[in-house]
T-cell receptor, first 113, second 111 residues
Framework: EADIYQTPRYLVIGTGKKITLECSQT?????MYWYQQDPGMELHLIHY???????EKGDLSSESTVSRIRTEHFPLTLESARPSHTSQYLC????????????FGEGSRLTVL | QKEVEQDPGPLSVPEGAIVSLNCTYS??????FMWYRQYSRKGPELLMY????GNKEDGRFTAQVDKSSKYISLFIRDSQPSDSATYLC???????????FGKGTRLSVIA
């Protein structure tokens, strides 16, 4: 069982609101990731981090920001939510880079009205 | 052209059938190949992992990689209703690059 937690699991919010999706892992993994997943579409990498104070943008510009102040914590913030941000957001972590095993959280389903 | 192509299905099979799931890719630098399984309302979990070309078997599951054709497959033997899920292929290069995922194939195994 993976020890990676996301909150909230479900969020319905109005346009223009600021939201933060939380992600925490207790495995001591250096590498953490945020993916966006829509039905029938690929997982799109939004942001990733290879360690504390290190963050990179992925291939999808989602107008979001991340921070990595602590190893175990990797929150994703949307400053001004829009209906186009409606999606499933998945957080993941890994100990090794290319040997494959990402541990995913259960996801945060965001709906922006 | 997308880096990784995967037919999203849906695919519906009777219990006990052999299932074949496939992905093609365009980046010849990919070296690591994975299959993830995702149940409804859950995050993906690693099912199979293969480095470079060849086959790997784990119980009812077999993963195959054909780098010359840029084609990977996942076979499920004696499929069970509990195998009903979305199966995502993923792959990466050597070095400091994140995984690239396919769209996922939604599989239903009917009892």
């Amino acid at each position: 069982e993976a020890d990676i937690y996301q909150t909230p699991r479900y969020l319905v919010i109005g346009t223009g609101k600021k939201i933060t999706l939380e992600c925490s892992q207790t495995m001591g993994h250096d590498k953490m990731y945020w993916y966006q997943q829509d039905p029938g579409m690929e997982l799109h990498l939004i942001h990733y981090s290879y360690g504390v104070n290190s963050t990179e943008k992925g291939d999808l510009s989602s107008e979001s920001t991340v921070s990595r102040i602590r190893t175990e914590h990797f929150p994703l913030t949307l400053e001004s939510a829009r209906p186009s941000h409606t999606s499933q957001y998945l957080c993941a972590s890994s100990a090794q880079l290319n040997t494959g095993e990402l541990f995913f959280g259960e996801g945060s389903r965001l709906t922006v009205l | 052209q997308k880096e990784v192509e995967q037919d999203p299905g849906p695919l519906s099979v009777p219990e006990g059938a052999i299932v074949s799931l496939n992905c093609t890719y365009s980046n010849s630098a990919f070296q690591y190949f994975m299959w993830y399984r995702q149940y409804s309302r859950k995050g993906p979990e690693l099912l199979m992992y293969t480095y470079s070309s060849g086959n790997k078997e784990d119980g009812r599951f077999t993963a195959q990689v054909d780098k010359s054709s840029k084609y990977i497959s996942l076979f499920i033997r004696d499929s069970q209703p509990s195998d009903s899920a979305t199966y995502l292929c993923a792959m990466s290069e050597m070095g400091n690059t994140p995984l690239v995922f396919g769209k996922g194939t939604r599989l239903s195994v009917i009892a």
